[in-house]
Nanobody
Framework: QVQLVESGGGLVQAGGSLRLSCAAS????????MCWYRQAPGKQRELVASTHTDGSTNNADSVKGRFTISRDNAKNTVYLQMNSLKPEDTAVYYC????????WGQGTQVTVSS
């Protein structure tokens, strides 16, 4: 079992910044991919960014240049630095871990006011 604990969500004005964290614990597999997804009301969940233990990262086009994903393998923690936030970034943000099995975090709300 792997447990994921997310933190860092909140309310911010447009143009502001937030930093999300997702700490994984339990049976962590040495090679894994950790991602951030988001789901806005009435919309499907979408991939925001991903990072593998080899250091590779990928960002969705909608957040390139504004969001940065990073990870601390020693702490089994992934971060999402979100800058220049827009109202359309408002969503519940979910952490996802894929090692031997797939796990999801409980989600953290990000609200960007205009």
């Amino acid at each position: 079992q792997v447990q994921l604990v997310e933190s860092g969500g909140g309310l911010v004005q447009a143009g502001g910044s937030l930093r999300l964290s997702c700490a994984a614990s339990g049976s962590i597999f040495g090679f894994n991919t950790m991602c951030w997804y988001r789901q806005a009301p009435g919309k499907q969940r979408e991939l925001v960014a991903s990072t593998h233990t080899d250091g590779s990262t990928n960002n969705a086009d909608s957040v390139k240049g504004r969001f940065t994903i990073s990870r601390d393998n020693a702490k089994n923690t992934v971060y999402l630095q979100m800058n220049s936030l827009k109202p359309e970034d408002t969503a519940v943000y979910y952490c996802r871990y894929l090692g031997i099995r797939l796990y999801w975090g409980q989600g953290t709300q990000v609200t960007v006011s205009s």
